[in-house]
């Protein structure tokens, strides 16, 4: 059946071959259980000993994950995909995978806070060296690459400025100077329905599956996609050992739930941004508005090339910097202030104080976060209604 599966929409609900035929289910059962029982001790040896295949306790494998991470893999393009218990559950579990004592990587400037965090102060306590530049310039690329580099890191569209950076490039100029270096990508604000790092040359692709892939605010999860080797290491090193960072049949079911419908969210959520990035560029209160899809935005030429749309997260400066742009998020009535991004409500955040507080004053500024930016990630509404409260907004200012 998988050489019939060519679309995206039909990956995302027919994908996947762990399935339940025991009393022929249509939807994939949560299985909740911690642990499998054996036939003997007999069935028990050959499961651990790798010599029948099978299910022995759930933070080895459980059916209802593994269908969840089936279907991701398809939907990429990959070889396979491993489930963790959270966005930064899966970035850690990948990155500690990779990297050891003595290696280096090279890591964007603008990351998501706790990603910058991790790399900044996390890993560089166990001897791992991070040289952080900006990936959009490929010659600053070049010059940070080192014989002990081990992984390349970054977002595209980043967070939460939309930088956006030419994946097909940098992998080019990272597996020229040495093949063994991991490009990884964090495909979380474009998703699969709009970008596949690893057919553009990236080697693993990162997710908080917690925002769209999910997209209903109810779970807490993440996924590193890549190669079958690579990826069985993540699990058995990373996740299995290193973090514990085990996703949950019952988070799992709720995501192959969400997977049904996410063509069509994400066609919703990137028609609603463009309408939105629209109005705001026209607003007079309205310092600077940063979406891939405007054509003034830096990088929108290479967004059209390895994007099939451009997403449904904007970030804006208010004019007043950031007392301005907390008074207009303060003063929303339809859209909600929180964090996160890929729900069906609209949200709206302040970075600096919020999602990216882990940068300080400098590295805010060297990341390009301005401290009066508020991000957007615009959802399912009715586009008249959401930017009828965004005017409403703007006129409290």
Not at 5 to 34: C, D, N, V, W
Not at 162 to 169: C, G, P, R, S, W
Not at 245 to 264: A, C, H, M, N, Y
Not at 273 to 278: D, G, I, P, R, S
Request: with cysteine; aromatic share 8%; net charge negative.
């Amino acid at each position: 059946m998988e050489e019939n599966m060519k679309g995206f929409a039909t990956r995302a609900i027919h994908a996947g071959k762990t399935r339940s035929h025991e009393y022929q289910s249509l939807g994939m059962p949560i299985y909740q259980t911690s642990t499998f029982y054996f036939d003997g001790c007999e069935q028990g040896g050959k499961l651990f000993a790798g010599e029948e295949a099978g299910f022995i306790y759930t933070r080895l494998g459980n059916p209802t994950t593994n269908f969840l991470e089936e279907k991701i893999a398809a939907l990429e393009g990959a070889e396979a995909a491993a489930a963790a218990a959270s966005g930064m559950g899966a970035i850690s579990a990948c990155l500690w995978t990779i990297a050891a004592a003595g290696k280096h990587i090279v890591a964007d400037k603008t990351l998501y806070g706790c990603t910058f965090a991790l790399l900044n102060h996390g890993l560089t306590r166990y001897g791992v060296e991070v040289t952080f530049v900006d990936t959009s310039n490929l010659d600053e690329v070049k010059a940070a690459l080192k014989e002990n580099t081990c992984c390349v890191y970054l977002e595209t569209p980043a967070n939460p400025t939309l930088k956006i950076v030419d994946i097909e490039a940098i992998a080019k100029l990272v597996h020229g100077y040495n093949k063994e270096i991991k490009v990884v990508c964090d495909n979380t604000f474009a998703t699969p329905y709009n970008q596949r790092p690893l057919e553009l040359g990236a080697d693993v692709v990162v997710h908080s599956a917690t925002k769209y892939l999910n997209g209903h605010g109810d779970v807490i999860a993440g996924f590193v996609v890549g190669d079958a080797d690579f990826i069985m290491n993540v699990k058995m090193f990373g996740i299995k050992d290193m973090t514990g960072s085990v996703l949950g049949p019952q988070e799992s079911f709720l995501i192959l739930r969400g997977l049904k419908t996410l063509q069509i969210r994400m066609e919703r959520h990137c028609y609603n941004a463009a309408k939105l990035a629209e109005f705001l560029k026209s607003c007079d209160k309205v310092e600077a508005v940063y979406y891939p899809g405007l054509e003034e935005h830096p990088g929108h030429e290479i967004a059209k090339k390895q994007m099939k749309e451009f997403g449904g997260m904007i970030s804006m400066i208010v004019k007043g910097g950031k007392a301005a742009g907390m008074k207009f998020c303060n003063s929303l009535q339809l859209a909600t202030v929180a964090v996160s991004l890929g729900d069906a409500e609209t949200l709206v955040e302040h970075p600096a104080s919020m999602t990216h507080s882990t940068y300080t004053a400098d590295e805010l500024k060297v990341a390009g976060i301005d401290e009066g930016l508020v991000r957007i990630s615009v959802g399912l509404e009715d586009i008249d209604d959401i930017i009828a409260d965004f005017k409403y907004g703007f006129e409290q200012i």
